[in-house]
């Protein structure tokens, strides 16, 4: 199976992408830090395609869309690129400039669904036909989202519109929303340290998505830290 992970260079992504490899799939992962994916490569399978980009800028939309037109025929993509607010101010609809809300909203919506958009035609040619979206619990809860909540909320609503639009086509349409998960950014303090999840825990979920059958669809999950969500 051909699956691509938007947004593979580090954390979820990453995970994923070695649990993918686990089962012989292809991978076509990118990323926009060229030296942090080229790394990532390096763990991979030698099939494996790595290519830096930015699915905010159209030309490396379409540049990817070229590619699985001649190289890579899609079965399955991953959606997981995302940007993040200033630590500072993230728990806040205040305080954010509106030039941050703008480009939190490009990076974790108008991306997606601007590459969704272009790449329904080539992935609908597949038996398979399935896009795993990464949410977020804060597109879940009602309290201390802020900016990246936004963006997560709607998101959502995009993921349910979609899989209702993308039926017609044949296509599963899974939205996974992850808690606080343990990434380069929010560090372990220790072996024992379990206030988070596990990155390795997401990426169990979405393999799983792709080891159903071609007729089985995860509509929905969340998955929290047992000691609960944390800002």
Not at 9 to 22: M, V, W
Not at 216 to 230: F, K, S, W
Request: proline share 5%; aromatic share 6%; net charge negative.
């Amino acid at each position: 199976m051909n699956i691509a992970i938007i947004g593979a260079s580090r954390g979820i992504g990453k995970a994923a992408a070695l649990e993918l490899a686990k089962t012989g799939e292809h991978l076509l992962i990118t990323g926009r830090d060229e030296v942090t994916l080229l790394k990532t490569k390096q763990e991979l399978p030698d099939d494996t395609l790595a290519y830096p980009l930015d699915t905010t800028k159209e030309e490396d939309i379409d540049k990817l869309v070229g590619i699985f037109e001649n190289e890579f025929p899609l079965d399955g993509l991953v959606l997981n690129a995302a940007s993040f607010p200033d630590p500072k101010t993230q728990c806040s609809v205040l305080k954010p400039s509106v030039s941050e809300l703008t480009g939190i909203l490009d990076s974790n919506v108008t991306a997606h669904y601007r590459l969704v958009q272009k790449v329904l035609p080539i992935i609908q040619k597949s038996p398979v036909k399935k896009i795993v979206i990464i949410g977020s619990t804060s597109g879940v809860r009602q309290d201390k989202g802020g900016i990246y909540g936004i963006s997560k909320w709607a998101l959502r609503s995009y993921a349910y519109q979609l899989r209702d639009e993308a039926r017609e086509y044949g296509i599963g349409v899974s939205l996974i929303n992850p808690g606080g998960t343990f990434t380069e950014k929010r560090i372990k303090q220790g072996e024992d340290d379990r206030h988070l999840l596990e990155t390795t825990d997401i990426a169990l979920l979405i393999a799983t998505v792709f080891r159903l059958s071609p007729q089985a669809v995860i509509e929905e999950l969340n998955i929290r830290p047992l000691a609960g969500d944390t800002y």
